[in-house]
């Protein structure tokens, strides 16, 4: 349960840290990490309004939405102790669980019947279709190299294995770990999460007609993705053996350095052009599939 | 073909006689414009109608580059008869002035392609024209989609709507309609005889070029009422719109790096634009310098404390530019959605009558300062900058290299202005008395481009016909074409590249 706590609590400040990382990057004062939070306090205390051309949907996605990512959450495992739910295989249920939130965030968006959110939805869809091996084929390496298939598994038998190459695969599983996360959240250089242009936006777009409790409850389900693919970059970083203290505590480091990274990368790079994005998401699959094959060579499966 | 007779003028030039436009038949006249036209050299930088009686007299005016001369004719016609063949035909930049007077009177034009509602004037011919009935073009089949954008848009832009014909991410056609902002401008002029009413109303005829027509606007009284200024007052002026156009193209660059989301050269260029206007503040209390430029005279004379701080603003500012410029324009993930996006050709260009800097990046020399000079732009050596790709690169390279020209500029005026002998302090003049049946027409390059403003007074001795040209009212056809085939995307970074004014076309 304490992967829970922790996974919560650094949800909370996540968001804030990336802000203040942008602001001080660009010279500015800027609002302190919590304002985030005091905005998300503000919109749940407000109701919703619904367009007259929305139906249930509309009004149930933010919901679903919301609860699909906090049910992936239960699935991660932390200090060596098993996740609250685990079973085998349960690494394809987590990509799922979030494939159906963003499901019905995208039928959400579509029965608005606004050409904007249409426009929109399309492209979320499209691009997360993309980015979708990437996820599988890194989970894939990960199975095949410690021969389990659920993250309570494979994370704690990371480094006990025989191999010495386990160092090199955290590497690699942190690295695109943090490229899908940031596609997963709609950060630059896939999104633009600032812009005020409709035409050019994916996620925002989607969510225009959200307004007050609704919007929160997606705010909510965002910092919590971020918390979530934080914990599993950790998992494949600080072997399970370690400390429970010492494991908090890199915890914590590792959820603040991940969100310094995204404040830095989003400061000094602009964002993909829209029709670069599916080369820019297909590399990152492909980055996943060497590191497939060379499990693949290392666990003596192929040659 | 008989020889025409031809009435040519100077810009910044004085007063002629109405009566001395010569006044052609359609025929000729439709033949001579049509012919200059023909000249690369040539464009028409007004076309409109005025009323007389139950007729209608159409004004052309011509620039030639060739000669630095403006020539005007004329050709009258029965408003309610008349049908006439249109010029767009041949010529499309002439599209928007037929459409105007189209709209206006109810002249028909024969073969115009587009004849469209421009933009909703009070005392429009049609009056059951109305905005919410405008014909857009549309374009049946399955796989097309259509998005509109606007007139409210989010931010701080003003109302204007867009409606984009797609298939899948791709722009097929976009059409811009505007008229939102309309607000009589041009009436505005001639109702009120009070000076300083009129020269108020020019600043806020665009807000963001509140110097340029305040210059058009004073040049143009000071012709029309013979007021001669005094050679240091021309240079303060001339460094008046060099400070503006620095701001503005130092703030275009800001907002092209906010569009493509690259933070750093956002927030620095914001910062160095309000280091520039803030600069124009301590000049003249305001930071877009109202109030700054007024007929006959100026309220805000230009003193050496003021002239040391803007040269030590460009010392600052000129360095901090450059390295940020630098870093912009070297940025791979920048210049790969600057480059070859949203490209207007050369003869696009031409067909669409741009001016200004959206001219100028695709290769066609325009720059009423060298061209048409005025105020102190005769005297001194200035040389156009021109680029040829024509894309949003080009359109954000050239706001950089015109911004260092402005420096430059300033730099030159100041050490010319320093020598000069300093008239007494001339005070703006408001009660001026233009002479009777007179017209004149003013000319400035303002950083969006050619500004033109022309007055003609009646036997009265005033005004009785005010007419306003802004840039941005040819430039928006550029706009649309420079979008075509392009993603809906990057319709943002196209538009912004060319930051074009919705209520100086709308006036």
């Known amino acids: ?303 | 073909m008989e020889r025409i007779k031809r009435l040519s003028l100077k810009n910044n030039g004085p007063a002629a006689d109405l009566k001395d436009i010569p006044l052609l038949d359609y025929e000729a006249f439709y033949e001579h414009v049509a012919d200059l036209l023909n000249d690369e050299q040539n464009h028409c930088l007004s076309y409109h109608g005025v009323r007389s009686g139950k007729n209608l007299i159409l004004y052309c005016f011509m620039a030639k580059d060739a000669d630095n001369s403006i020539e005007v004719c004329a050709h009258e016609v029965a408003v309610e008869t008349a049908v006439l063949k249109s010029l767009s035909a041949l010529h499309p930049a002439m599209h928007i002035f037929e459409r105007e007077i189209h709209e206006n009177h109810g002249v028909a034009f024969e073969g115009h392609p587009w004849m469209k509602p421009l933009r909703y004037p009070c005392d429009r011919h049609n009056r059951k024209n109305t905005i919410d009935t405008y014909p857009f073009y549309s374009i049946g089949g399955e796989e097309l989609h259509e998005v509109g954008v606007g007139p409210v848009h989010a931010g701080v832009i003003e109302p204007g709507h867009f409606r984009f014909i797609c298939n899948g991410e791709k722009v097929l056609h976009l059409e811009i309609q505007l008229g939102y902002q309309h607000r009589g401008v041009e009436t505005l002029f001639t109702t009120s005889d009070n000076g300083l009413q009129r020269a108020i109303l020019s600043e806020s005829v665009a807000g963001d070029t509140a110097v340029g027509h305040a210059l058009a606007h004073s040049q143009l009284v000071e012709s029309l009422a013979g007021i001669e200024i005094s050679a240091d007052l021309k240079a303060e002026r001339c460094i008046a719109l060099e400070m503006e156009r620095l701001a503005i193209h130092i703030g275009d660059t800001a907002a092209l790096c906010g569009d493509v989301a690259y933070q750093t050269g956002q927030v620095v260029c914001e910062a160095l634009r309000t280091q520039v206007i803030n600069t124009t503040q301590l000049w003249c209390g305001n930071r877009f310098g109202k109030g700054l430029v007024r007929p006959g005279g100026t309220n805000y004379p230009l003193n050496d404390d003021i002239a040391h701080e803007i040269l030590n603003l460009l010392e600052d500012t000129g360095r901090r530019f450059r390295e940020i410029t630098d870093s912009i324009y070297s940025s791979p993930s920048v210049l790969g959605r600057f480059d070859e996006i949203g490209t207007l050709t050369r003869k696009q260009g031409f067909l669409a009558g741009v001016t200004g800097p959206s001219a100028r990046m695709c290769g066609i020399v325009r720059d009423i300062r060298k061209t048409h000079p005025f105020q102190y732009y005769s005297a001194i050596n200035f040389r156009p900058i021109v680029l040829d790709t024509g894309d949003v690169l080009a359109r954000g390279m050239i706001r950089n290299l015109e911004a260092f020209q402005s420096m430059t500029l300033i730099k030159e005026l100041i050490t010319e202005w320093t020598k000069m002998d300093k008239r007494g302090s001339s005070r703006p003049v408001y009660d001026y008395k233009p002479k009777p049946d007179t017209f004149s027409i003013s000319l400035v390059e303002g950083w969006r481009g050619e500004i033109c403003h022309i007055a003609m007074t009646g036997n009265d001795g005033k005004l009785s016909h005010y007419r306003v040209k802004d840039p941005s009212m040819h430039n928006w056809t550029a706009l649309a074409l420079a979008v075509r085939n392009q993603e809906i995307s990057d319709f943002p970074v196209c538009n912004k590249s060319f930051n074009l004014s919705y209520c100086g076309h709308d006036l």
């Open chain 1, 1 to 303: 349960m304490t992967g829970i706590v922790f996974i919560l609590l650094t949800a909370f400040f996540f968001p804030g840290i990336i802000l203040r990382t942008k602001n001080i990057a660009s010279g500015r004062k800027g609002p302190g990490i919590f304002q985030p939070m005091k905005d998300l306090r503000v919109l749940l205390k407000k109701g919703s309004i619904f367009s007259p051309t929305t139906g249930i949907i509309f009004r149930i996605a933010p919901s679903i939405t919301l609860s699909a990512i906090l049910c992936a959450s239960l699935l991660i495992p932390f200090a060596g102790n098993a996740a609250p739910l685990s079973f085998e295989g349960d690494f394809i249920f987590f990509a799922y669980i979030l494939a159906m939130g963003r499901f019905f965030s995208i039928i959400g968006a579509l029965d608005t019947g606004s050409s904007f959110e249409g426009m929109g939805a399309n492209r979320e869809a499209f691009f997360s279709m993309l980015i979708e091996p990437a996820f599988f084929i890194l989970l894939a390496a990960f199975a095949m190299f410690t021969g389990y298939t659920s993250f309570s598994d494979i994370f704690p038998h990371f480094y006990v294995s025989e191999s010495d190459y386990a160092l090199i695969y955290s590497i690699i599983g942190c690295f695109l770990l943090v490229q899908i996360a940031m596609v997963e959240t709609s950060r630059v250089p896939v999104d633009d999460p600032k812009t005020h242009l409709e035409l050019t936006m994916i996620h925002e777009v989607m969510i225009l007609d959200n307004s007050g409790f609704d919007k929160a409850l997606i705010h909510i389900g965002t910092y919590l993705k971020f918390a979530i693919f934080g914990s599993l970059i950790f998992n494949s970083i600080v072997p399970a053996g370690w400390h429970f203290l010492l494991q908090s505590a890199l915890f914590m480091l590792i959820q603040v350095v991940f969100a310094i990274a995204i404040g830095l990368l989003e400061s000094f790079r602009a964002r993909n052009k829209m029709n670069k994005n599916p080369k820019y998401l297909l590399t990152i699959s492909a980055i996943a599939m060497i590191a497939f094959v060379v499990t693949l060579i290392i666990t003596k499966k192929l040659m």
